[in-house]
């Protein structure tokens, strides 16, 4: 059974940072792809930054080019966002998801998902 667990989310001001971690079992990890989403109070859950299996190929959505970096370690079955320069509006509750095959930023392209931790930015 694919299970996922997100955590690492807070209360943070903005400016401040944050890493997320999501912890995997269940699977081979190694071979999935990795995908952090987050959904905001009233609106569509939107990809953040996803990875490949191989941690060779990353991408990111423009409103967070710059300040946020997705890395993996395959060896702990784990998966990372590092979040630095927090703005108010990257408020939201963040998810990790898996799919098999490449790196999308397609939320809809992901097959299993955790729980999601609570990022909250504010002064």
């Known amino acids: 059974e694919v299970q996922l667990q997100a955590s690492g989310g807070g209360l943070v001001q903005p400016g401040g940072s944050l890493k997320l971690s999501c912890a995997a079992s269940?699977?081979?990890?190694?071979?999935?792809?990795i995908g952090w989403f987050r959904q905001a109070p009233g609106k569509e859950r939107e990809a953040v930054s996803c990875i490949n299996h191989r941690a060779d190929t990353t991408y990111y959505a423009d409103s967070v080019k710059g300040r946020f970096t997705i890395s993996r370690d395959n060896a702990k079955n784990t998966a990372y966002l590092q979040m630095y320069a927090l703005k108010p509006e990257d408020t939201a509750v963040y998810y990790c998801a898996v799919r098999w095959g490449l790196a999308i930023m397609d939320p809809e392209s992901y097959d299993d998902w955790g729980k999601g931790t609570l990022v909250t930015v504010s002064s």
């Open positions: 269940g699977f081979a990890f190694d071979e999935y792809a």
